[in-house]
């Protein structure tokens, strides 16, 4: 009887990659969604467009910095930030939950970097909460350290299905 359910799926490569991949593409749609929430807040702020799909962390942001400076376009400029690497992050995902399906080569390093990417986002994002004093304004890190965990996790059940499918 085998220790755990990973390692009865490991048995078993097809669904040790199906697994890997259904891992992968739930961290790619979600930042997907996370990008397209925070470019719709951007493109709102500009006066662009009107929708109510959209993150509200310009706003956020604006909370944040406030302690240092008040301005919008500064504010707007780190929100474009945050998506430019968003974005790439979910790129590496969005290739590496495929690669890791059709098990080629490059299977671990697109999703590990993705992955690895979206963890040192959220710490950024902790350090800035202590860097600009936002817990005084209500800004909570603890959902960051969340993130990075969850990402984490995922990354050793990867190393784990990636040894076990062989």
């Known amino acids: 009887m085998p220790r755990d359910a990973i390692s009865a799926v490991g048995r078993r490569p097809e669904w040790a990659r199906a697994l890997g991949a259904l891992l992968i593409g739930g961290w790619a749609v979600y930042v997907t ?12 702020s500009f006066g662009w467009i009107q929708t109510s799909f959209r993150s509200g962390n310009l706003a956020f942001i604006a909370t944040a910095t406030r302690i240092y400076f008040r301005s919008r376009p500064v504010d707007q400029i780190l929100l474009a930030g945050v998506v430019i ?20 080569a490059m299977r671990t390093a697109a999703a590990e970097a993705g992955l690895i990417g979206l963890a040192l986002l959220w ?7 202590e860097v600009f004093v936002a817990y005084d304004r209500g800004v909570n890190e603890s959902a960051y350290w969340a993130l990075v965990i969850a990402v984490l996790a995922t990354v050793l059940t990867l190393v784990h299905l990636r040894r076990e499918a062989g």
Do not use: H, K, P, Q
Request: glycine letters at 10%.
């Open 33 to 44: 969604v996370v990008v397209a929430s925070n470019v719709t807040d951007l493109l709102v």
């Open 123 to 129: 710490m950024a994002f902790a350090v800035a909460t």
């Open 85 to 104: 690497w968003e974005a790439g992050a979910a790129a590496l995902l969005w290739y590496g939950a495929i690669a890791w399906y059709r098990g080629g």
